[in-house]
């Protein structure tokens, strides 16, 4: 692989933020059953369209200081966060696998989890709109794009879907209250399709690694005491299946070296 110049990088950036912008849509429109693809950009608040000079990603929200044109009202700082985010993950996707079929496969995925992990943030579920759809699509560019086989693409999504049905089974008999949602158990079977059993283990960990971590620092923040906080569980798997993608075998390699020698 040829390292791309830090022109093609900044390019990628630009394309990343494009797309971060439809992203914010997404996360808007989802989860409140609106279309995605139409109407055009409005303000939430006074309803006026956006024309296409005020939607320049991130630039837009800097020119006019995080308030809307027509009313000021405040914007949310999620919109330049996600078009910022996203242009780093297209940085961070060309770097990894160069410009091929295969890093785009890995962008679609990247940016599927950003919507998933906005949602789940904002209104603390995982749409079936986003999970099930996407289980068919990523097990498909998995075999056709990632070279995988049927049978390693299907224990993927079995794995990841039966280990947190497995979970949310037993909590369910201990406390007879409803731990997991399930949301997680088929946004995991759709990481699944894409990475396999591998990624499935390593997101899991990694996912409750980071999810238990911030969830500490919320409490010691915040003096809970109640062990039955909940924490939205979509952005940590997203993040495990995301350092998995682009840093896992790296980061395999450190551990068990670290471990076994
Ligand atoms: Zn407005």
Not at 8 to 22: Q, R, W
Not at 215 to 244: K, W
């Amino acid at each position: 692989m040829t390292i791309p110049m830090p022109a093609a990088l900044a390019l990628c950036f630009v394309f990343g933020a494009c797309i971060g912008s439809f992203l914010n849509v997404c996360i808007y429109r989802i989860p409140r059953n609106l279309s995605i693809v139409s109407p055009g950009s409005a303000c939430p608040a006074c309803k006026k369209r956006l024309p296409y000079y005020t939607n320049i990603p991130v630039i837009s929200f800097l020119v006019l200081r995080g308030r809307c044109r027509f009313c000021g009202c405040p914007v949310s700082l999620q919109y330049p966060l996600v078009e910022c985010l996203t242009g780093i993950v297209a940085v961070i996707t060309c770097l990894a696998f160069g410009l091929t079929l295969e890093a785009l496969v890995w962008f679609a995925f990247a940016a599927t989890l950003i919507v998933v992990s906005g949602i789940d943030l904002a209104f603390w579920i995982i749409p079936d709109r986003i999970s099930l759809p996407g289980i068919a699509v990523f097990g498909f560019l998995a075999w056709a794009v990632l070279d995988r086989s049927p049978a390693a693409i299907g224990l993927g999504i079995l794995a990841g879907g039966g280990i947190l049905y497995a979970v949310a089974l037993v909590y369910y008999l201990i406390r007879r209250t409803d731990g997991m949602g399930g949301g997680d158990i088929k946004l995991l079977a759709m990481i699944g399709a894409a990475t396999g059993v591998p990624g499935v283990v390593f997101t899991l960990f990694a996912g409750s690694v980071l999810g238990t971590g911030v969830g500490i620092a919320q409490m010691i923040r915040r003096r809970h005491t109640d062990r039955q906080m909940q924490i939205p569980f979509g952005p940590y798997l997203s993040a495990g299946a995301l350092i998995y993608v682009f840093y896992g075998g790296p980061l395999i390699d450190w551990y068990f070296f670290r471990a076994f020698s």
